[in-house]
Nanobody, 113 residues
């Protein structure tokens, strides 16, 4: 059974940094895209960043230039380095595997002003 477990969330002041990690288990993921989504209270889940098997990364406009996604296929992990955090980045962050469509349970990021 495929499983994704996120870690690294927390409380940080505006302008600070956090690093999220997602550990995948149950199969090899190197051939598939993995990414991060987030959901703020009262809002729909939105795309944050994605990295494919060729290490090509895509970012939402709201995080481009501040967040960096990376993957380590040998360890079945992806990371999201978040810099210059803003209160609008406050959300529950979810790790996602493209195939099979799998979601983690989320890790909370809270940015105080």
């Amino acid at each position: 059974q495929v499983q994704l477990v996120e870690s690294g969330g927390g409380l940080v002041q505006a302008g600070g940094s956090l690093r999220l990690s997602c550990a995948a288990s149950g199969r090899t993921f190197s051939s598939y895209s993995m990414g991060w989504f987030r959901q703020a209270p009262g809002k729909e889940r939105e795309f944050v960043a994605r990295i494919d098997s060729n290490l090509r990364a895509d970012y939402s406009e709201s995080v481009k230039g501040r967040f960096t996604i990376a993957r380590n296929d040998a360890q079945n992990t992806i990371n999201l380095n978040m810099n210059s955090l803003k209160p609008d980045d406050t959300a529950l962050y979810y790790c996602h595997l493209a195939f099979p469509d799998t979601w983690g349970q989320g890790t909370q990021v809270t940015v105080s002003s």
